[in-house]
């Protein structure tokens, strides 16, 4: 009976610590085009939404929870903060974090005034998409001949070796930053 406790113990510590040591991705994607913009990221059921306005919406499982917006004061107040002369802000140097491109996809249409000229772009692209053939990075672009219009999708794919070593390679970029902040 011992034992038993003692293994049951062990997993439940392990059921604990595993969410830290597991890889995981994050989906980043925004979109431009002439009637707006949007950019959103989301971690599994998760996603974060900005939108136009400075709106940020909440989203668990596809339905929105909670919807806000960031007030310009508190960016005014950081402005004039770090305007002041005592305020000396370096770039410490990055290090190299555990995060990987798993891939890039961007899609879109375009249309210039002249279908000539929308031909001759679209012979350019297209052979840049045989030279990204075998990449991470995939280029879906649509020609318009008949109107001129545009519009932009883009969606990235990282991967996060584990929350542990991102948490690990970030405290001493943290500390840097401390250091080289004075007031």
Do not use: N
Request: with cysteine.
């Amino acid at each position: 009976m011992d034992l038993f406790l003692i293994i049951l113990a062990l997993a439940c510590l392990g059921g604990m610590i595993l969410p830290f040591l597991i890889s995981f991705c994050v989906t980043i994607s925004g979109s431009l085009d002439p009637e707006g913009w949007y950019a959103r990221g989301s971690l599994g059921p998760i996603t974060l939404v900005l939108l136009p306005g400075r709106i940020v919406e909440v989203h668990l499982f596809g339905r929105m929870i909670r919807a806000f917006s960031i007030t310009e004061e508190k960016e005014e107040e950081e402005r004039e903060e770090l305007s002041g002369e005592k305020t000396r802000f370096s770039i410490p140097t990055i290090p190299r974090l555990p995060i990987s491109v798993d891939s890039v996809d961007i899609s879109g249409r375009y249309g210039c005034s002249d279908a000539g000229d929308t031909g001759r772009i679209y012979g350019w692209i297209s052979a840049l998409r045989g030279a990204l053939t075998g990449t991470r990075l995939r280029l879906s672009i649509t020609p318009d001949f008949t109107s001129p219009a545009w519009a932009v999708r883009v969606q990235s794919r990282l991967r996060i070796r584990s929350l542990f070593h991102l948490v690990s390679s970030l405290i001493p970029m943290m500390r840097k930053m401390k250091d080289t902040i004075t007031f």
